[in-house]
């Protein structure tokens, strides 16, 4: 669920029912886009769970949510890596040949 | 970005290498927070005469890990007071407290002179619904421990009440959180800037914790060296002494994370982290789904 900030450049979203366990997460994984100029997130009021994440891009023609999109894929990415490595590990020794 | 792991008994303590502090922040809150489990919700009170009140009976027993995976569940939808038999589980406690006719005339302790003076978690019986007879054919629905003292009765007093248990996430009621506590730290990193020898070694080493520091004999003389830093609980004694303060630089590993899961005995704790990984991706996938469902202006 998003908001609009001035042109393409820059967009404020407006993420409900979440709060720091995503909101630094994501923006640590944004953040590791050169496009990014700017990339933040702050929790509006404590007594409701929502987070405004803003992001500014640098240069023309690049809409915001392409590094919001990148993010997201590049956590989701994370995930399934430490997942993986770590289902690995659980096996006992002889399977983990096979990985 | 590689993972080791070393286990106990259900507690796990395992590392992760090259991952970044807000990553290993998120698994953490998600572990305490978001990983859902079932427990007691709604208590429904038929009769209960004993010196403990209702609610605080409620709140006893809600604060009780039930042995059910949530997984096989759902959510209660919202408005929904009834419950079905895919989202509730339900529970009964009958106890009623009577004396022993067979207790000598004397005696004042409570074991011998009444029968079902303490109820514990193992007095509650699961009472199935609808179809769940069925679908749990070796259903063995029990609270974790069946040693929880629930509450005290004396002869006369009764408690009788239904329990209905739902899946919740800890971010609603502390009951439904699945861990007893989930931490990380960060691997310490102990470099000694000179070799230090002889009995400034051993003061060395008597400032860390036992094993971090290790004596070696080498050409007659003792010099200490660094064992194993994953012991130490950096406590900074060595800092107190003015022989030793330069000659020891304290640092933590900046990627190098150990993580201890401790499950309250609902779910082993590695599926409790591959769920709560399961669950940050969960999160991911559902904001990319909106974004690409709603229309930008």
Partial sequence: VQADGTDGNCVTFVLHDEDHTLGNSLRYMVMKNPDVEFCGYCITHPSESKINFRIQTRGMGLPAVEPFRKGLNDLMGVCQHVLNTFEVRLLPEELRGLF | ?297
């Fill in chain 2, 1 to 297: 970005r590689v993972d080791i792991i070393r286990e106990e008994e259900g507690a796990l303590e395992f590392d992760m290498v090259g991952i970044d502090a807000a990553i290993a922040n998120a698994f953490r809150r998600i572990l305490l927070a978001e990983v859902p489990t079932m427990a007691v919700e709604k208590v429904f009170v038929y009769n209960n005469t004993s010196i403990v009140q209702d609610e605080i009976l409620a709140h006893r027993l809600g604060l009780i890990p039930i042995r059910a995976d949530p997984r096989l569940f759902e959510y209660r939808n919202q408005g929904d007071e009834e419950g079905t038999e895919i989202d509730t589980l339900q529970f009964q406690l009958k106890i009623k407290c009577s004396r022993n006719p067979q207790a000598a005339k004397e005696s004042s302790d409570p074991n011998e002179l009444y029968f079902n003076h303490k109820v514990y978690s193992k007095h509650m019986t699961w009472v199935p619904l609808g179809n769940q007879t069925d679908l749990f054919p070796d259903g063995d629905f029990r609270p974790v421990h069946d040693d929880i003292l629930i509450a005290l009765l004396r002869p006369g007093q009764e408690i009788d009440v239904l329990m209905h248990c739902v899946k919740g996430i800890g971010k609603d009621h502390a009951k439904f959180s699945p861990v007893a506590t989930a931490s990380y730290r960060l691997l310490p990193d102990i470099t000694l800037l000179q070799p230090i020898e002889d009995e400034a070694a051993e003061m060395l080493q008597k400032c860390f914790s036992p094993g971090v520091i290790e004596i070696q004999n080498i050409k007659g003389k003792k010099v200490a060296r660094v064992a194993n830093a994953r012991l130490d609980t950096f406590s900074r004694e060595v800092f107190r002494h003015e022989g030793l303060k330069n000659l020891v630089r304290l640092a933590r590993v900046r990627n190098h994370y150990i993580f201890s899961v401790e499950s309250t005995g609902i779910l082993p704790p590695d599926v409790l982290v591959s769920e709560a990984i399961k669950i940050l991706m969960g999160k991911c996938q559902r904001f990319l789904n909106e974004l690409d469902s709603v229309p930008m202006e």
